[in-house]
């Protein structure tokens, strides 16, 4: 054979049907195929992979040189191959990427076009027509943490955090200036370093869509989260190798955002989103092209159908909790490093201050330093005390229940900036590992009706309460901040009653009327109520807020047995608390609401009826 004008470097462990498949796709590559080398490294292997390797070397229609070992990483053994590699042009490749006929012909003719520049080229790296593909394979390319290429905004000059190993070619003497994969990073960040090198060195970057290697590796999500904390392991110390390109304050401004959305109940959601919305995107046939024009190619929904709309909704919010769960992963990786660096003094200043910056909740910064001692350390995170107001969700019967309540509290975190959660779960409805994971974010009181509503009143610190039932979404700025002027301006108002927006778009009020004996009847329900207060007896069941130091008072005297709303209005009246009607204090009433946005801006009349009846 001629002396070869490229060489492939592949590192290969234990994947050999894989294997295989790639060294047989190299010759059927449309070059002349007597001037290509390949240099197999085989790891450590034990389920044959060298071994067919060299059966195919006195078949395949090219130099192909394999060599055992033990290198113990991919850098490593990738560098062996390398070092092996005899040809003026090195491509470095992979065991599970199978070579389009094109792929490296696209190579040499980008490289002869830009003869007269030192230059390294990028290739595509699409899934092979015959793999199935996930939603969770189509995120990691389109939309996550692997190839990215949908985000290369100008091919001829692409920015170093690009570079991905498995289909990148570049010059022998560029390799020796440059010099090849730091050995000392973990698996994952390798290749971004060998980037920023490049960048440094002034090689340029350029992609060729054309030079097309088929990623030949089903991927599922769990498999995936080992490598994440490798990759986080490997962000601590590319940071430290290469400031000028990675801040210390941006990479952990991006850990504290990650704890922020760390809580156990967090995570718990967003796997039981994965869980409901994985089916929804796997029975689209053609997802990956209608999130390619949606998403990639800015394409207005407007042009899809009902259901395709549906379809890419549903997507997006199973890629974001994809998202989310990979990012854990990856703070966890980093912060274990950094302790192993620095201690637990240095990784607690640093969070202190990038979540004071990212100005985290009450609730998330309790919910970050739970997970912090999860992953062992012992750090005091300064959890605010100025809490302004709590929710208080009553008569919680499952866990996907107490999820559905802090799914919207947990992220994003300013929802909940000043405030208390407090969760009354009926007894025996939930474990004791599942309470557990709820209190990392929320108080949990375990009893039942009216007694749980008692304790929590008791366990609640700031002014102002309000009090719904599972399922009743509100609106907390602009009903806390209502009743906190209604509260200011008339002493004796302990309770406040509101009403809920039901699917049809009515708004249902509960009025209870006093009947003989002090006793009350059931709710009656009407489709609108009066433009102002009015004095009631008791307040809906759905949405209510109440003073703290009447509530305080109320919780001592509420009978057990009766409805929440029935017993907590009586025993305010006893305190000596007027219970109010206020239409201007509105809910969702859960899964049957319309909708649509709701009135509860601080602006609507209070007491518009007259403030003289007091």
Known sequence: MSDPIVSIAIPARDQRARLVRTLESIGRSEVDRSRLEVVVVDDGSTDGSASAAEELAGVLPY???????????????????????????????????????????????????????ELSVLGALPYPEDLKVSPFMLYLIRGGFQFAYHLIQDPLRVPPN???????????????????????????????????????????????AGAIGYHN??????????????????????????????????????????????????????????GRLEPIAAAEPRLADLWERAFCGREDLDNFEPGQCSTLRATERLFNAYGRILERAMAEGFLCEARAVAGDDEVAAHLRARLSALQASWSTRRSAQRRLQELGFDLQLELPSDRQHARIVVGIESYDEALDELENQLFPAVRAFHQQIILAVEPGRLTEAQIERLSASADVVVAPGSVGLSRALALATPERIAITQPGVEVEDGGGIALAAAVFERFPEVGLLGGGTVRGDGSIEYGLAREAK???????????????????????????????????LRAAALMAPGKPWNIALSLAVRECGGLVLHLPALQARGGSTASGRPLDTTSGVPILAAGPDRH
């Open 217 to 274: 590796h089903p991927m599922a999500l769990e498999d995936y989260l080992p490598r994440q904390r490798s990759v986080g392991r490997a962000m601590h110390r590319l940071q430290a190798k290469h400031p000028r390109h990675l801040s210390a304050q941006s990479q952990w401004e991006l850990v504290a955002r990650a704890l922020v959305a760390s809580a156990p109940a967090r995570e718990d959601v967003d796997r039981r989103l994965i």
């Open 162 to 208: 690009f570079v991905y190993a498995p289909n990148l070619s570049l010059s022998r003497s560029t390799l020796d200036r440059v010099g090849a994969f730091d050995e000392n990073l973990p698996y994952g960040c390798q290749d971004t370093d060998l980037g920023l090198r490049l960048s440094d060195a002034g090689v340029r970057l350029i992609y060729v």
């Open 517 to 551: 004996g002090g006793r009350f009847s059931s709710l009656s329900r009407a489709a609108g109520s009066a433009a102002g207060a009015t004095p009631i007896d008791a307040v809906s069941d759905h949405y209510a807020i109440v003073r703290k130091k009447v509530g």
């Open 63 to 117: 130099r192909l040189i394999v060599e055992r070992g033990s290198w113990g990483s991919q850098s490593a053994a990738t560098n062996a191959a390398l070092r092996r590699c005899t040809a003026p042009l090195l491509l470095m490749s992979a065991q599970d990427i199978v070579f389009h006929e094109r792929m490296i012909a696209e190579h040499l003719a980008a490289h002869e076009r830009f003869s007269g520049e």
